[in-house]
């Protein structure tokens, strides 16, 4: 037998991970450096949309009216990262730390996550530096960031944050704790006794943590409040704030010198409008006729894309802005360059003869295509673009939330079926700039279902609606037991829902019409000189 002493096999560390641990130690950072390493422009891209997602995340997650920071908040927010891809975010919010000694290879993803979240910080730093209005957003997303991460961290993660940025906050020992354990107990909500004892403790001056004093999480003596590890946060917080509005400042004195390279000034300049969302280039759904474009517009586009439409077969014509917003919209949703051609070409030639439409529009369609020009096959506008497109006279372009006046949008609303009820729960929203709230809250009205991510895409919205749409269908078929009626023979339908496809589902938003047109008498009825002026718009 062979009693020679088995070696236990060593884990080797590449070099570069070792250089990564010096740089980013920790998985919360107060970003106090800027990194100096050099990234390629693709990896600069990535890392600022990347980043960008998390924000809009923890943005969504807050309008939902979940408390900050409470279970049903951290669920939220969890589930979209993971959606989304982006675990190394995950990890870094859930505290997660690795022992490289037990599992290497997770430690070097937890270690290229760190690296990620500390550039990509840097990077959103220089696109919002421009404005008042942007640094705001930006700041507040960033503490949401901050406080989610910190407040994952254990005491003894805290005490090595505390000891790598040389910040002097020692917790109270075992006799200070008792000499005021009675204050403790008190302003220590929602614990036991024997928990709140294994709570580490700090001792700051109150102004400091204004905040906890205020809602009174914490103890007062002396001028001084004693604060918990959970909330030991808020004092962090205000250092990170001011860590975060100081770099704001010197971000802004260096753009002009950064943005020299073009391809950084336009990614900088446009990434707060950036879609970060489904690609929504080619339907997948299927394709969509422009005979079923008036039903579909009724009851599954949004008010944007529903007004455009109507604008088309009023006035039978679009300018470009509009052209461009509808066209590439209906192009999403499963409309064919052949159809498109067809179908813009009918409603034109209302007012020109078919050689001036073939001059001077035909060219722009075939482009949106891909299949003229560029050969580049434009993709559908967001919400986030069309928010930002200005009103423009006899156009339709634009979000209506956004370009129509309290007066007129109340009326379009009215005019499609919503309430006075209804339409001042739309307005409210409206009054206070939440234009895709209040487009979430438009399709909850019309669909009796809300959407459950919000709204970021009028493409979005009408897959929702369709989605909403089958399922009553489905369920309505199933209930009396008919047949499937796929003509493709299949077992999922995946031809998009319209007029010539299922009887029985526009037979549903027939009478859903008529149920619209019984309440216009609402509107006849309705204050044309109704008081608005409460409504800031």
Not at 266 to 274: E, P, V
Not at 379 to 391: D, G, H, V
Request: hydrophobic share 30%; proline share 3%.
């Amino acid at each position: 037998m062979d009693f020679r002493r088995k070696t236990r096999a060593r884990v080797v560390r590449k070099p570069q991970y070792e250089n990564l641990e010096i740089k980013y130690p920790h998985n919360v950072s107060l970003y106090r450096t800027p990194p100096i390493e050099d990234i390629k422009i693709n990896e600069f891209e990535d890392l600022a949309l990347e980043r960008l997602k998390v924000l809009r995340i923890l943005e969504q997650a807050n309008s939902k009216n979940l408390r900050f920071l409470s279970d049903e908040w951290k669920e939220s927010v969890n589930t979209e990262l993971n959606r989304e891809g982006l675990r190394g975010y995950l990890r870094l919010c859930m505290g997660n730390t690795v022992n490289p000694s037990t599992d290497s290879n997770k430690y070097e993803q937890e270690l290229q996550a760190r690296r990620r979240d500390y550039i990509s910080h840097f990077i959103l730093r220089l696109a919002y530096c421009r404005t008042e209005e942007l640094k705001r957003w930006f700041l507040t997303r960033e503490m949401e960031l901050f406080k989610y991460k910190f407040s994952s961290m254990t005491s003894t993660d805290i005490k090595h944050f505390l000891e790598l940025n040389k910040l002097d906050y020692v917790p109270l020992n075992d006799s200070q704790k008792d000499s005021v354990k009675d204050g403790l107990y008190e302003s220590t909500v929602g614990q036991s006794i024997s928990k709140i004892e294994m709570l580490d403790f700090y001792k700051v001056p109150f102004t400091q943590v204004l905040d906890l004093v205020r809602t009174r999480r914490c103890y007062l003596k002396s001028g001084f409040a004693y604060v918990n590890t959970h909330d030991f946060v808020s004092i962090i917080a205000v250092i990170q704030l001011n860590e975060i509005e100081h770099g704001l400042q010197s971000a802004q004195k260096l753009i002009r010198e950064v943005e020299a390279d073009e391809r950084i000034f336009h990614l900088l300049k446009s990434l707060h409008t950036s879609y970060t969302g489904k690609d929504y280039a080619l339907s997948k759904e299927g394709i969509v006729s422009p005979e079923s474009l008036d039903q579909l517009s009724k009851k599954s586009f949004p008010i944007c894309m529903r007004s455009c439409h109507e604008y088309l077969r009023t006035n039978h014509h679009l300018k470009h802005g509009g052209r461009m917003q509808y066209g590439l919209f209906l192009k999403g949703i499963g409309v064919t360059l052949e159809d498109s051609l067809r179908f813009f070409r009918e409603e034109f030639t209302k007012k020109i003869d078919g050689e001036q439409f073939t001059k001077r529009y035909e060219y722009n369609i075939y482009h949106n295509y891909g299949k003229k020009g560029s050969m580049i096959s434009y993709t559908p506008y967001s919400c986030l673009k069309i928010i930002q497109e200005n009103a423009v006279q006899d156009d339709c372009r634009g979000c209506p939330y956004k370009t129509n006046d309290a007066s007129t949008l109340k009326m379009k609303l009215a005019s499609y079926g919503l309430s006075s009820t209804h339409v001042q729960e739309v307005m409210g929203y409206v009054s206070k700039g939440h234009y895709q709230l209040a487009c979430g809250k438009y399709f909850q009205i019309m669909h009796d279902s809300p959407v459950e991510l919000g709204v970021h895409h009028p493409n979005q919205y009408f897959e929702e609606s369709q989605n909403v749409m089958g399922n009553r269908s489905t369920k309505k078929l199933s209930n009396a037991k008919q047949p499937n009626r796929n003509r493709h023979g299949g077992t999922e339908n995946t031809q998009v829902m319209n007029a010539d496809e299922d009887d029985e589902l526009w037979n549903t938003a027939k009478t859903q019409e008529s149920t619209y047109n019984s309440m216009q008498a609402e509107k006849s009825a309705w204050d044309e000189d109704l008081d608005l002026t409460h409504i800031d718009c």
